[in-house]
């Protein structure tokens, strides 16, 4: 038997009586425009503050920078094109893990269409700020198939969980080796912020799993909201914690390891690329400063962390390992080059030949048999 979906609009299995339905915000719910965000005054802000703060560094250190473009133009093509292609593997072990994630909530969603949603969604998080690529990711799925939209959030919340644990612990254990010798002050300041993540996260987790639904219902709510907001929270929380079973979870954690793997060796081949005098970050080096900048994205100030990871990686780099500032400088442009404006260029491309932001591959998806 079925019945309309209150979330999707279309038909799905009913297996027991549904709960009230929550609906989320008008601006996850309707259309989103990539154009019309581009447009928005708080879009253009958060892009230009960080490209004036890049110019004016740029400009106030323009004597040293001055040599960069050369040696930017001096890398060896092979191995550019190599970090290219490692970087690239990546989405399809992204795609792959995010179905795997939704299989768990009942959406059976293939890893080529997962594979095109992620980098889509990728693609709005190298041009929007606060990470709305995420929730675009999540809407993108609505909108093609049957599936809740509230699960998928959950199923993203859980991905972001796991990739932040693997890039803190991956990065505490690459700076211990890569400073075997003893931890700089600088990187002692990051070792910490890593210890204190890993920690956060794990309460919020435990915290959600066990009181969460709880700390909700004690709150004063109005009480037209309250069953609809408890119903939301527990479709997400369903999405959070259904994605990952306990026997799924040691492949996850293995493919987000290579996921972040391929971030870390996009980096090794960039500065090998470079192959600059006395410049050797050597694998673990290459492992804590790319995770170091991957973290830095977190940080919904602008679109990709514009600004804020150049600064870091920089900063890293100079102070860490002891790189001259034109040379930290180019290994963070180039390597930024791959990473985000590559995104822009293929990730519109795809987004204009693609038919998944105008709702018109519904039957790429289909919800899992329920028992």
Known sequence: MTSP???GGTLEPVVATPAPVAVPPESVTG???LSRRLRQPRTIVSILVPVLVIVTFVYLNRQQLGTVPGLVLGAN???????FGIYYLGFPLRGWRWARLLRGTGTVVSTRDATEIVFLSWLVNCVVPAKLGDVYRAYLLKINSTASL???LGTVFIERILDLLVIAILGLGAGYWSFRTGL???IQVVAIVGVVVVVVLAALLLTMRNFGRSILARL???KRLEARILDFYDRFEEGVFGAVGSRALPLLVVVTVLIWGTESLRLFLVVR????????????GAVFVALIGSLLTAVPL???GLGIVEAGVVGVLTAGYGVPLPEATAIALLDRVISVFSIIVFGTIVYLLSSKPGGASAAATRPATVA
Do not use: Q
């Open 220 to 222: 004063p709510l109005p």
């Open 184 to 186: 700089p002050p600088s």
């Open 77 to 83: 093509p092979v191995l550019i094109l190599a970090a």
């Open 31 to 33: 259309p989103i425009s």
């Open 150 to 152: 509230t699960r998928t």
């Open 302 to 304: 602008s679109p990709a």
């Open 273 to 284: 690329a470079l192959a600059f005098p006395g410049v050797d970050l050597g694998l673990s």
């Open 5 to 7: 979906n209150p979330e």
